[in-house]
């Protein structure tokens, strides 16, 4: 099924698909945010409480999540035009891969919630239909190209987690401005 995808999606094709993966994603959570938060504030199970309590310090209104996500969409283009230009001529995809480590991780964030709330939440259904299966193409691609390793993979889990207070300063950013 993958040599189909790689027939009609390129090396290039795949790395520039990542800002536009990641605004879909980010639009359901965005359209969904507030009703969610919403249907679940009376929920007593420790988890759930736990994640609304999350979710409100680090914003919780559509507006706060808009920032946020521009914010991330900044340091994913910038990082997706730094890739496709450099990385393709002979570069490092080092912090593409660490980006990418944070995207699966998110997905599993998101699957895992899921779980523990009993159904729907925001960003749920992109991430099992497009997050998912973007990040497999994506990794499967690099590995089959020869660009990614696993050595490499592993070199890119301490960027990906200093990438992720980079992240939240955007969640930061929608607080302040929007309050």
């Known amino acids: 099924m993958l040599e189909t995808f790689r027939e009609f999606l390129n090396l290039h094709t795949v790395i520039w698909l990542f800002p536009i993966i990641f605004m879909f994603h980010d639009l359901e959570e965005i359209i969904t ?33 808009s920032i946020s996500a521009t914010w991330i969409l900044l340091i994913i283009s910038f990082t997706t035009l730094m890739t496709a230009h450099f990385s393709l001529n002979g570069g490092g995809f080092l912090l593409y891969t660490a980006i990418l480590n944070l995207y699966i991780l998110q997905a599993i964030m998101h699957i895992v919630q899921s779980i523990f709330f009993k159904g729907y939440t925001p960003g749920i259904i992109t991430a099992l239909f497009l ?44 607080r302040y401005f929007i309050k």
């Not at 994640?51 to 507006?63: D, N, P, Q, V």
């Open 33 to 65: 945010i507030e009703s969610s938060m919403n249907a679940h504030k009376n929920r007593k199970a420790p988890f759930v409480k736990l994640t609304l309590k999350m979710r409100e310090k680090l914003g919780s209104t559509a507006a706060q999540l």
């Open 131 to 174: 997050l998912i299966p973007y990040c497999l193409l994506a990794y499967n691609s690099l590995f089959q190209y020869g660009l990614i390793d696993w050595h490499l993979i592993f070199a890119s889990l301490p960027v990906s987690l200093v990438m992720l207070p980079v992240f939240l300063v955007g969640n930061l950013l929608g």
